[in-house]
């Protein structure tokens, strides 16, 4: 694992089309701005193992409703 420190308004970049920004920190709290194609799932990991078994439950695509947050 890497691990980085990174101070408000500093980016990471992951590959040629993924940045994460932090936006604000406030106490115990960071804020993220994540900006990648539309096409790459972005998942709150303690939402993972349920989304996990609901897609597997589901074969239709994702709702609009659904813990998966798409780029913009």
Do not use: H, N, Q
């Amino acid at each position: 694992m890497l691990v980085l420190s990174r101070k408000k308004e500093e980016e990471i970049r992951i590959g040629d089309e993924v940045t994460i920004k932090v936006i604000s920190i406030k106490g115990g709290v960071v804020r993220l701005g994540i900006d990648a194609p539309k096409d790459v799932s972005i998942v709150r990991s303690e939402l993972l193992s349920g989304f996990e078994t609901c897609a597997a439950i589901s074969a239709e695509p994702a709702s609009t409703s659904s813990p998966v947050a798409t780029a913009s």
